[in-house]
C-alpha cells in the first residue's frame, strides 16, 4: 500500500514563508512526476507545481517566482518552498504523485492534504 503524507502547513502572516514535505512509502519501484495541487473553498483543485524524477519544474503562473518545487529521490519527498504568501494562496494543499508500483503498472496517489492559511 503506497501512502503520501504532506506536513508544514500552518498559519503565517502575508509576505511570510511556509515549506510543505510529502513523503512517500510502502512497496513501488520509484516515483515518476510529483505535484503540488491547492484546493480553496468552494473552488476547484488546481495544480500548483509538477517536478519530473529528473527535475524538470513546472509552476502555474500565480506562484511563478515566489514558490519552489524540489525532491529529494532518495528520501521519496518532495517539497513545496512558499514564499511571499498571498492571502489567495490560502487553500488544501495536496501532494500527489505518479507512482511505478511494477515495472509495467504505474498508478496516481494524493496525500491527504495539509491547511494553508495566510492572513493578512
Known amino acids: 500500500q503506497v501512502q503520501l503524507v504532506e506536513s508544514g502547513g500552518g498559519l503565517v502572516q502575508a509576505g511570510g514563508s511556509l515549506r510543505l514535505s510529502c513523503a512517500v512509502s510502502g512497496r513501488f519501484v520509484s516515483i515518476n512526476t510529483m505535484n503540488w495541487y491547492r484546493q480553496a473553498p468552494g473552488k476547484q483543485r488546481d495544480l500548483v507545481a509538477s517536478?519530473?524524477?529528473?527535475?524538470?519544474?513546472r509552476y502555474t503562473d500565480s506562484v511563478e517566482g515566489r514558490f519552489t518545487i524540489s525532491r529529494d529521490n532518495a528520501k521519496n519527498t518532495v517539497y513545496l518552498q512558499m514564499n511571499g504568501l498571498k492571502p489567495e494562496d490560502a487553500a488544501i494543499y495536496y501532494c500527489?504523485?505518479?507512482?511505478?508500483?511494477?515495472?509495467?503498472?504505474?498508478?496516481?496517489?494524493w496525500g491527504q492534504g495539509t491547511q494553508v492559511t495566510v492572513s493578512s
Open positions: 500527489n504523485a505518479d507512482v511505478k508500483q511494477t515495472w509495467t503498472s504505474t498508478l496516481n496517489y
Open positions: 517536478i519530473t524524477r529528473g527535475g524538470t519544474t
